[in-house]
């Protein structure tokens, strides 16, 4: 990918043209071109191996892994968003020591690859998704905190998460993770159950919700 500048399509401005989802066999290649653009075209630093090896393997890490879940927002067929689940915690390094004790790896579900393409915005989208993926984190027997961070050089980002979750540690003070504007954040499990029930209806036994039309 190269650093021209595309041309940006209008805003779609209908969200009942939306349906936010778990991914399908189907999703996976609109699902890594999002997460590709986004590494490139926002973070401007590409594909990175050690971070981003989920991204090569969507399928083995997220669609076919019962703890793990990809959801996706999808308009006219085509993959616009992306939310992940994972039970890998935060690893030290880079992250503080103090947070990989407090969410360790299998009992905490990460939140990570929450992007919306930037034509689909200010739709909804990335909250829906959060929340569809919260529901499914609730489901899942063994976690037991729902964590994420983020980079908050990104515009909108901090805004974003401190409308949805409690900020647990702020690197920028400390100057860890290697310089970058990174907060960490939880979302309270209660919260996600309350989302899961917001849907009418039980969760299946998988724990993966039902679509959601937006």
């Known amino acids: 990918m190269d650093d021209l500048k595309r041309p940006q399509a209008p805003r779609h401005q209908d969200p009942d043209a939306y349906e936010v989802r778990h991914a399908r066999p189907q999703d996976v290649s609109g699902a890594r071109s999002v997460m590709l653009d986004t590494f490139y075209e926002e973070f401007r630093y590409g594909y990175v191996p050690e971070w981003h090896a989920d991204v090569v393997d969507i399928r083995g890490t997220y669609l076919d892994d019962p703890r793990h879940a990809l959801v996706v927002a999808v308009r006219d067929g085509e993959v616009v968003g992306t939310c992940a689940v994972h039970s890998r915690g935060p690893a030290h390094p880079p992250h503080p020591r103090r947070l990989a004790e407090r969410y360790p790896s299998g009992r905490t579900a990460q939140l990570l ?11 909804g989208l990335a909250r829906a998704m959060v929340r569809t993926a919260c529901a499914f984190a609730a489901g899942v027997p063994g976690y037991e905190s729902i964590y994420l961070h983020t980079n908050v050089d990104i515009p909108g980002a901090e805004g974003f998460w401190r409308s949805l979750a409690t900020e647990v540690c702020d690197a920028r003070t400390t100057g860890e993770h290697g310089g970058f504007g990174t907060v960490h954040f939880e979302i309270p499990m209660p919260w996600g159950a309350s ?5 009418g209806r039980p ?12």
Request: hydrophobic share 30%; glycine share 4%; proline share 11%.
């Open 203 to 214: 969760a299946p036994a998988s724990g993966r919700e039902p679509s959601v039309r937006l």
């Open 195 to 199: 989302a899961r029930a917001d849907h």
């Open 113 to 123: 690859r929450v992007y919306v393409r930037p034509a689909h915005r200010r739709q």
